[in-house]
């Protein structure tokens, strides 16, 4: 019988693609830390340009929230972009990843704030503890059984009358190996069936040329749960031949102004990514396994 390259999880905590995590920001996160987050191997300016939407649907969706002096969780917080971003609004914020070298790089790159070790799955706080408990591009990659766990820990420590916002790939046909999409509706249950109301939710990320691009490749959805997770991406072993990247530098440029015009002229249904922001209602009562 062949070796289990992926044996399942066994240890409270730990999740499938933990391995990935921890080659790519040994790999990556010092040297490039957006790259570690965004496209491993890819350029900077790649990553920078979807960086850029990101950040603007972050602010749309939270900038309205009161967050000076509140507690704020940031989940799987990779080099900590996020974590800075509620510090710098007043957030009382501590970020949280169980991949070591992601943390290394958010220590160095956010002095005075405070990262732990930890899982989305087994989130070690006592319930109601945040205003705010976010997670971007998080979810999206553990699998659907986990997605279940890491759930019902986030929606546990949100006190109540806080909010929780989550940022994941509802695209069903992202090539990705190391990503588990739903459909909008499906992240929207899965955290109402954890006492959580939708405030609103939005699309994020329409890339229409380099989806049309990327439609060309295999689609590999959510194989890395069955193959050699630490194994590198297609897009790693391209990115090893920088010519094939500086081909996408157009693209790229292109797309700045096209995704400004997607953003506002197609339905939130046809993003990459659903931004979801929920609140926890007054008095909500506890679901049972949380
Ligand atoms: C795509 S990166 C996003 C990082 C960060 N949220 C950002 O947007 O810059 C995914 C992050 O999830 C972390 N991660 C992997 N498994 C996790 C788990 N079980 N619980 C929490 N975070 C996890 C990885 O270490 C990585 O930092």
Request: charged share 20%.
């Amino acid at each position: 019988m062949a070796p289990d390259r992926n044996p399942q999880p066994s240890a409270p905590g730990e999740t499938t693609l933990m391995p990935y995590w921890e080659r790519v920001a040994s790999r990556y996160a010092a040297s490039d830390p957006l790259a570690a987050v965004c496209y491993p191997a890819a350029p900077r300016w790649f990553n920078r340009f979807y960086a850029h939407f990101q950040l603007r649907t972050v602010e749309r969706m939270l900038g309205g929230l009161p967050l000076a002096g509140t507690r704020a969780l940031d989940v799987g917080c990779g080099g900590g972009r996020w974590t800075r971003w509620l510090a710098e609004r007043g957030a009382e914020a501590i970020g949280v990843d169980p991949t070591t070298a992601m943390l290394e790089t958010a220590r160095r790159l956010s002095p005075g704030l405070t990262f732990q070790r930890m899982s989305a799955t087994t989130i070690d706080f006592p319930a109601d503890t945040f205003d705010l408990v976010m997670a971007v591009t998080v979810i999206q990659h553990l699998r659907p059984v986990e997605q279940e766990r890491a759930a019902a820990a986030m929606c546990r420590v949100v006190r109540q009358g806080g909010h929780l916002f989550v940022f994941d790939l509802i695209d069903q046909h992202d090539p990705g190996r190391v990503v588990f999409p739903r459909r909008p509706q499906e992240w929207i249950d899965l955290y109402q069936r954890q006492g959580m109301t939708l405030v609103r939710w939005e699309g994020q990320e329409y890339v229409p040329l380099m989806r049309a691009l990327t439609a060309l490749l295999p689609s590999q959805t959510g194989k890395a749960a069955e193959s050699n997770v630490t194994a590198p991406s297609v897009l790693e072993r391209i990115g090893a031949r920088r010519a094939a990247f500086a081909s996408l530098w157009p693209v790229i440029q292109l797309s700045y102004p096209l995704e400004s015009l997607c953003e506002r002229l197609l339905p939130a249904a046809r993003a990459r990514h659903g931004c979801f922001l929920f609140r926890k209602a007054d008095g909500a009562p506890r679901p049972p396994h949380a």
